[in-house]
């Protein structure tokens, strides 16, 4: 079970009434965000073909980041100690 479907149905629904909560100020972020790319003269369709670049980039980065992590416990090293081999930065 969940740990929510362990809690008391009071505070159950205070966490839900919260996770609503925290969600629509999200979405009113987002929706804020967006006008502001919109009134900087972005397209829609730019701002989903960036969204869905990302989205490859970041699969692609996971993907890496785990095949980095195989080759460090074949190795017996640490990820780290792999990123000088490969010409990478701690931030990529």
């Known amino acids: 079970p969940s740990p929510r479907s362990c809690q008391p149905n009071g505070a159950n629904e205070e966490a839900l009434r919260y996770e609503i909560k925290e ?7 987002l929706d804020q965000e967006i006008a502001q790319l919109l009134s900087e ?13 990302l989205h490859e980039y970041n699969d692609v980065k996971d993907a890496g980041q785990m095949l980095l ?4 416990v074949i190795r017996g090293v ?5 990123y000088p081999e490969y010409d990478l930065e701690l931030s990529d």
């Open 69 to 72: 992590g195989k080759l460090a």
């Open 41 to 53: 003269g972005y397209s829609l369709e730019e701002l989903e073909k960036h969204i869905s670049l």
């Open 78 to 82: 640490t990820t780290k100690q792999l």
């Open 23 to 29: 969600l629509k100020q999200k979405d009113l972020a």
